[in-house]
């Protein structure tokens, strides 16, 4: 059975960084792809960026390219993303999330995004 588990997550003023980290047990092909997504109070869960385990390749939306790189260690049993020169409108729960398809499990339906930890609260203001 898969098992993500977030951490990292606080509260930062804008312009900070953070690095959350999602560790992986009880990995099979259904985690091949692993992305983070996160929702922001009133909005829809997004992806914002995966990665592909077997290789390392790597996708992110637009709005965040350039300032959150998604990255896994050597095992390969924890993914992090490193978000730099955050704004207030990074402030959500990100998420880590695990499925079998690299880049559909950052699309977040049912088939393509089976697995789920249970979020990490960033929060960033002056």
């Known amino acids: 059975q898969v098992q993500l588990v977030e951490s990292g997550g606080g509260s930062v003023q804008p312009g900070g960084s953070l690095r959350l980290s999602c560790a992986v047990s009880?990995?099979?092909?259904?985690?091949?792809?692993m992305a983070w997504f996160r929702q922001a109070p009133g909005k829809e869960r997004e992806g914002v960026a995966g990665?592909?385990?077997?290789?390392?390749?790597?996708h992110y939306v637009y709005s965040v390219r350039g300032r959150f790189t998604i990255s896994q260690d050597n095992s390969q049993s924890t993914v992090f993303l490193q978000i730099d020169s955050l704004r207030p409108e990074d402030t959500a729960i990100y998420y880590c999330?695990?499925?079998?398809?690299?880049?559909?499990?950052?699309?977040?339906?049912?088939?393509?995004?089976?697995?789920w930890g249970q979020g990490t609260q960033v929060t960033v203001s002056p």
């Open positions: 999330e695990a499925g079998p398809r690299f880049p559909l499990c950052m699309l977040g339906t049912r088939a393509e995004s089976p697995n």
């Open positions: 009880g990995a099979t092909s259904s985690t091949n792809c």
């Open positions: 990665i592909y385990r077997g290789d390392g390749r790597t």
